[in-house]
């Protein structure tokens, strides 16, 4: 049997429905369904992808037999309309557009009123009755057909319309009359005849093959190739053509045409939402000349016609089973539906119209689940200006990443990086950002610059961390050299507070109270049918009492990833870290000598150690005190809930300070040279300190530090037991490669565990486990897993090593890659499932084959990301653990990949 | 059935034989071979390792029924010597010697003269007639005992001993009479007493049973247990227990004790080598107190003891078809084996007996190719002096690591690398050297150190990278700040020409002809062995047409990795480098705006972008010319064989000036300000260069330099072909972890393949393939084989990236690692089989499922370290590369692994 590719829609039957979006793309589709529906559609057919496809391969050539199945369907339209294409007393003009699978808004091209010819246009004339209309008709269309189909500019005819136009002194199309149309339509023709060298076409059948060709050809325009690597849609699809009857909205006061959703699809309150122009066609609609009234005004101009499009609004949500986008058309009193389909909206309306559309009994919850697409949540949780605020706005810029910041100026990037380090919350400020200033951008609670757009570096990278960024200020003048800035009168000096709103790219002087957001409402139903569904955990990754207040606040169970180097860079804890750090070369060096020495030489050797001995173990005393403090705060915190503890990580040289003032005070202060603290200090200096000595590799050299950060943990847990709180510690041992060093920490881990409950009288039950953030340790997981408790796939650090990528650096070149397509996203937000998910899956599989029962999380920023969260779900993950602020994303992905895995309703991609 | 512990060997009959090293340990199993091929060996038995074993197992008890064995035994013994244990007109005496599967050599304790005690001894004295042997041996039985068994500080005796020669006035101990022996005698057994608070044991079964205990005791000790970490031999293993029959040979002048090989292990001479003393016991050999003579003086001075000893040593290497080690004593006229065990030997002599025993007719040629350790014919592979140079010798210091080298004297290792890169061959001078050091080591040729010995960093490190190195040279003063040293009053400048030899330790003034080692001779004859059986290929890694030319000497097959960035160093070429990297930033930026810029505003871009193209076109059109020139000296070198070629690899910021002053003068050149220039140059800088813009992303980014090494590599390879050579290029792509990487660097290399012979009329066969270095690339191998015509692990990337091991930051924490035994080797050095190894595996597996026949090959380090290459073999590689000195090593090694697969004969470790 040969390929069928037209499939007809007339006389309230189609051949396709509304499941056929591959074949018919989904304006298609839906033109079929709402035809079967029996809905008001003007007839027409749809000539499908496939055809497209065939296009292209055969080296832009219709398949063979389609375009007799046109001429058929044709026919059959005819006959439906009692009208006659080309020709006779009642022409039938058609438009041909455009009909992907993936709706691609304005990106492919259309032709309207095809089908006129001299001898159509009068005929038109005659039978509208309207001389001005038919001569309005095929002006248009030859400026339409003579753009798409023939690749002529449009000012080669704006330029002749504009100056009969100004002869006839009128700024208003509609206020040139059929006379003038006719010579602007003869010049138009000449237009064309110079342009290609031959008549323009008057027979309809050559009209309609020529613009066919076209729209297949406008698949491959770049707007449209562009537009699908942004939105990474397959350039295999193709698109559909559809070829329909043209119904006329500008035939008079008792037509129109509109758009309208079903709901509104900004906060999502059941109302009928949109706008419609009287006596007008689509494209005045689009092109914005005459502004369009609010649809309930066609309430008081047409109400029957409002009564019956409400009802077929309500129809088709009701069809649809959710909220519809729809076009439609009045022509002399009669109403034609010429679209439908699912309506975008925002992620608040997604949330309400879900929740409100099962409350109605419309959807069950878990199709409620799927229409909510979990980046759309990302909206609803950053923190915004408390509107009681007063505000002092300084100036506006760009929206360029949407939340609300504030915090101290800064205009270096290490130094955003330093002063974060302490605590402080800060705001890079920048003439422009470049891949140099990363750290700094991610140190910074926002980013504010003086150039750049919506796509700028600054407000991609913001977007991409969902940090608030306003961008391309342009009144803003930045002196880095005095490290102030002006800004329509005010100056900014460095350590000023600023505030900036991202959503609306406003910047106010001084500290703003922010209203964090928070699950509640219609968010916080959604949120429970999540629960019901989803089967992964989700915990948060949170260093402080605070930060695991707010991620119990949004549903974390737990605590995924606690950073407990975050807490050395506190309020002056610095200066017990770097003494513990520049005296432990020496101790460590004498401490060798001392266990090899001869018994003459013991003495000498004591006395040498003593100094650098007390400098160690005093300072690790006080950061035992410190540390203990915290986990308490934190054990206190999470009540009752695993909290995983991850031993210090970072390079040792960053704690030290880097400047030769500070360095100069410290070495005073521990009664060194100053020589000789630069020297300790360049010892720590790495060539690449990514793969360089730290995690548990750090543990290994300074077992101390793992012991004193043990203690801590586990005097704190008895600390908060005896209070009567539940405590569940995990802790967690960094960049492990190799089952010998997780042995060596573990066992040091359990030495302090069994010494304090001894001491104490009191057992805490307690796990250690190991990131598995080295490919080496995913390759060897059965071997690790014969002493871990439990894996944490740490995605940043793995992603790093397994595709050899430094995060800090690939700015230089992963934008690009980007763009050619080597990779579909960035792998450092979204995980890269065919490289680095291999190695989670090897991971997983091996450590399950030696503890069958082991757990396994992931706490890399892919725990947040949705498709990350869905892979980790299909591997069999026990948790995520993520952002705080990405929680409820992460629990309604995991729910929807819960759902997924039953076969229920496809998650359907919505976002605005 | 109980198992058995002891293995008699009595009576020409034994109940072990060779091949029972496991249970009965290396010593043990030949005795009983011996005894059982008819020598003269004193009865006695063996204890097992499995017994040793039990006892550990057992919380150090013997194993039930052990006991009862070793009396059993102990009574077969008596009965076959016709003496007594412990008592009687003829006491038996026996020694209690440790014997492990693998030699350990002096690591473990032995008991000698046991059963002693003063009844034995007076009967000892009246039956050999000579009383003062039976004090002597009696006084050196409670010494070693006391010392081995008892824990009594071996001062403690001799203070003793000594005390009475000094009264007597004597030097030597054998001028010390009976009767003072006696008095010695009482002394010992007073201090026995004192230190352990009992008398010295007098039952000869309990001073038996306390002697076993020992000797089990010592395999634990920690001579024994670092013996064993550094050659790494299982702590699993366990020792067996010798007790046999003593034979004195210091019973008179026709007594006497030896050792000798079967053929001189320094040289592989067939002839008789080794020593002897008269009148002694083995003990006073290895003390060292008496000189012994060469046995070819048993020749004369006993010559039915030679013609006897020379008889059954044939009969042994005969037996065994290796070169024996052998310990014999003659008592009273009467020769006795003691000892044999297959001799350790030099390379040079493993070489050369391997050979002539071929020839001899004793073994085959498989059997030939295992006595070769791969290891040791580095040893052979060294440059040496040209012994026919005048040389003048200006110190000596420690021989730490083995050959010779001349160059310039650095003292500063970023110099030494800068140096090295222009093509100077340096040696690094430095006090001592640290990790901080390593890249410095690498540049250089050869390594001066004032401080540290044999295990010295500077000396552990260049042993591992094969290089010249001499150490701890005290003489030598270092003045770093003004870069000169002074040596023996000659002044050594930065600059100066040294020559080391680092065989002997010595440091000569100026430049000395050296000689390259070469294939000839035996060796030449091994090899001709090794290629009848390796299936593996061997190639080389060689940048110049001279370093090929010494690979083809060594026997290469190809080059299978040309580092074409090591001729941007090359005279003034970097010249033209920097001025590439220098105008490169400028000119994609202007090209990027150009491509997107409006008409209007063309001819200013264009005009704006004319300087830095000519620049950075100027440059590649030099490099261009300069490169094809490399590339037709290698084709011709190579004459035939494949040359796989990779394009540049390093970022870039390796090749631009870090001091001011040279930054200056290219600015200048360069017509940009000094700001401009530091600027781009710091634009380069990167947080972890080895995840960072280097390898094929430096191609993607600039398409131009790929095309330009490609039309380099095809206009030489038309050129060379034209003159009638054979030329096969494979062209590498660097740092693949995507195949969409590959594919866009493969089409740009052979659009300029097809350009050029389209151009030149002639076609030349190549291939275009990856270096899978990157994790990722090995997981999605069979993606990249869609593209890759060949795959070459990079071994050294992919073990850094997937152990995230920086090589140059490791130094801190990897040697404490190996301490540890996290790791068992320094995985630079051996590859990781358990980590690494998977993914190459990982990598060949989907690499072939989607080529069946891909060619694949390794390029890192580990190319030339047998174990790897045996490893390469057993995982389905077509070829190893590694450094043209290496290459007789890898096609030993993979003979070995060939000869292995087929259940040859095993692979012996005869190291010396």
């Known amino acids: ?344 909206r925002t992620g608040a309306a997604a949330v309400r119209i879900a929740v409100e559309m099962v409350e109605e009994g419309v959807i069950d919850k878990k199709t409620a689940i799927s229409r909510v697409e979990p980046a759309q949540l990302d909206q609803l949780l950053h923190p915004m200006i408390d509107p009681k605020a007063e505000i002092k706005v300084i100036g506006t810029g760009l929206p360029a990443s949407p939340g609300a910041a504030t915090g101290k100026v800064v205009f270096d990037p ?187 030489d013991k003495a000498a050797l004591e006395a040498k150690i003593a100094r650098p001995s007390e400098l160690y173990h005093g300072a690790l005393a006080a950061l035992l005190d410190l540390q203990r403090e915290d986990f308490v705060g934190i054990f206190k915190a999470m009540n009752g809930f695993p909290v995983t503890i991850r031993t210090l990580d970072p390079p040792l040289h960053e704690f030290v300070p880097h400047d030769d003032e500070t360095l100069q005070a410290l070495a005073t202060k521990l009664n060194m040279s100053f020589e000789e603290a630069k020297g300790r200090v360049d010892q720590l200096h790495e060539f690449n300190p990514m793969l360089g000595h730290r995690g548990c590799r750090l543990g290994i050299i300074y077992p101390e530090i793992t012991k004193m950060q043990a203690r801590a943990i586990f005097e704190a847990a008895v600390k908060v037991q005896k209070e009567g709180i539940t405590v569940k510690p995990e802790i967690m041992i960094p960049l492990v490669g190799n089952v010998a060093e997780l042995k060596l920490q573990a066992d040091d881990v359990r030495a302090v565990a069994a010494e304090v409950f001894a001491k104490e009288g009191v057992t805490v039950d307690y796990l250690v486990g190991t990131m598995i953030e080295v490919p080496r340790a995913a390759l060897t997981a059965n071997r690790i897993a014969e002493v871990a408790e439990f894996f944490s796939f740490g995605t940043n650090d793995l992603t790093q090593m397994t595709m050899g990528l430094s995060r800090d650096d690939s700015g230089k070149f992963l934008p690009a890659y980007v763009e050619k397509k080597i990779y579909a996203d960035d792998p450092f937000q979204v995980l890269d499932q065919e490289g680095v998910g291999q190695l989670v899956d090897i991971g997983i599989q091996k450590g399950r084959s030696t503890k069958a029962d082991l757990k396994i999380g992931i706490c890399g920023e892919h725990g947040g990301e949705p498709e990350s969260v869905m892979f980790c779900h299909r591997v069999g993950m026990n948790y995520v653990s993520c952002s705080p602020y990405r929680v409820p994303i992460a629990l309604l992905a995991a729910a929807q990949a819960a759902i997924a895995d039953e076969g229920g309703a496809a998650i359907a991609k919505t976002t605005v």
């Open 414 to 600: 290490d130094e955003a990086e330093e002063m974060a380090k302490t605590g402080e919350k800060v705001i890079l400020l920048r003439i422009e950002t470049s891949p140099e200033d990363f750290h700094g951008m991610v140190a910074a609670q926002a980013i504010l610059t003086a150039r750049g757009g919506m796509t700028s570096h600054a407000a991609v990278v913001a977007r991409g961390m969902g940090k608030c960024c306003v961008a391309g200020l342009g009144e803003l003048k930045v002196d880095y050299k005095n490290q102030t800035a002006e800004l329509n009168g005010n100056t900014i000096k460095k350590g000023d507070s600023i505030t900036l709103n991202g959503s609306t790219g406003e910047v106010i002087l001084g500290e703003v109270p922010l209203i964090n957001p928070e699950v509640s409402g219609n968010f916080k139903t959604l949120m429970e049918y999540v629960n019901e569904y989803r089967k992964l955990g989700v915990r948060a990754n949170a260093d402080t009492p605070h930060d695991s207040e707010v991620a119990r606040g949004f549903g974390a169970e737990g605590i995924g990833l606690c950073r407990t180097e975050h807490m050395f860079f506190e309020g002056d804890r610095i200066d017990s870290v770097r003494q513990m750090i520049l005296s432990s070369t020496e101790y460590k060096s004498l401490e060798a000598q001392l266990a090899n020495a001869k018994d003459a």
């Open 1 to 344: 049997m040969s390929t069928k590719y037209v499939y007809l829609f007339a006389d309230g039957k189609a051949e396709g429905n509304t499941t056929m979006k591959d074949l018919l793309g989904g304006k298609g589709a839906n033109l079929a369904e709402m035809t079967n529906a029996g809905l008001p559609v003007p007839p027409g057919f749809t000539i499908t992808t496939e055809a497209c496809n065939s296009y292209y391969d055969e080296g832009e050539q219709f398949p063979a037999g389609m375009m007799d199945e046109v001429l058929a369907a044709l026919a059959k339209v005819e006959a439906a309309t009692g009208k006659q294409f080309g020709g006779g007393d009642n022409p039938m003009l058609v438009s041909v557009r455009s009909g992907a699978k993936f709706s691609m808004p304005g990106m492919m091209d259309t032709v309207l009123n095809l089908g006129l010819n001299d001898e159509t246009r009068d005929a038109i004339a005659k039978i509208s009755g309207n001389e001005r209309f038919a001569w309005d008709a095929h002006r248009r269309f030859i400026q339409l057909f003579g753009k798409i189909v023939l690749n002529i500019e449009s000012e080669k005819f704006e330029h002749i319309f504009e100056g009969y136009k100004h002869e006839l002194g009128v700024k208003e199309d509609t206020a040139v009359g059929a006379d003038t149309l006719a010579k602007v339509v003869a010049d138009y023709k000449e237009v064309v005849k110079k342009e290609t060298g031959n008549d323009f076409p008057t027979d309809a059948k050559e009209q309609l093959q020529l613009a066919i060709k076209a729209v297949f050809a406008s698949w491959n325009g770049r707007r449209a190739k562009d537009y699908r690597r942004i939105n990474k849609i397959d350039d295999k699809l193709g698109t559909a053509v559809n070829v329909q009857t043209m119904v006329f909205g500008n035939l008079g006061e008792d037509s129109g045409t509109g758009v309208a959703f079903t709901r509104d699809v900004a906060t999502g309150e059941r109302v009928i939402y949109g706008e419609y122009l009287q006596n007008a066609q689509g494209e005045d609609v689009v092109a914005g000349i005459r502004t369009p009234k609010k649809i309930a005004q066609l309430h008081e101009e047409m109400p029957e016609m409002y009564r019956q499009f409400a009802e077929l609004a309500q129809k088709l949500e009701t069809h649809y089973k959710d909220v519809q986008d729809l076009e439609f058309t009045i022509e002399k009193g009669k109403l034609y539906m010429l679209q439908t389909r699912n309506a975008k």
